[in-house]
């Protein structure tokens, strides 16, 4: 999901891992050499060896950033540097008790 404001855009969603032991990382990120494009990079680590209890099962991670660009910047998605299909849904901005601002 995507909405703007400000001069800030917000960027959330989910995507599956294999297991319920991974650990997530986000980073935003305005890209210079390409002023039409919003860089989201997502690193993931899979703590199966490090975590006592684990799922063996399919798990949906959810993530959210921030990041400052004009506004018809384009998103481009990597996950663990590689770069991956993203479908965008445009939402009003919500704000922290869960009610939407507009």
Known sequence: MH????GVH?????????NSCYSI???ARYNIKDPSR??????TRDGMTD??????ISTRYKFETL???PVDVIPTLLID???TPIRVRETSWPNPK????N
């Open 81 to 83: 540097e590689m770069e």
């Open 67 to 69: 990041v400052e660009a």
């Open 38 to 43: 919003v860089i989201l990079a997502l690193m």
């Open 51 to 56: 975590t006592p209890f684990c799922l063996k």
């Open 98 to 101: 869960k009610t939407i601002l």
């Open 3 to 6: 909405s703007f404001r400000d």
């Open 25 to 27: 990382a986000v980073h």
């Open 10 to 18: 917000r960027y959330a969603g989910e995507f599956p891992l294999p």
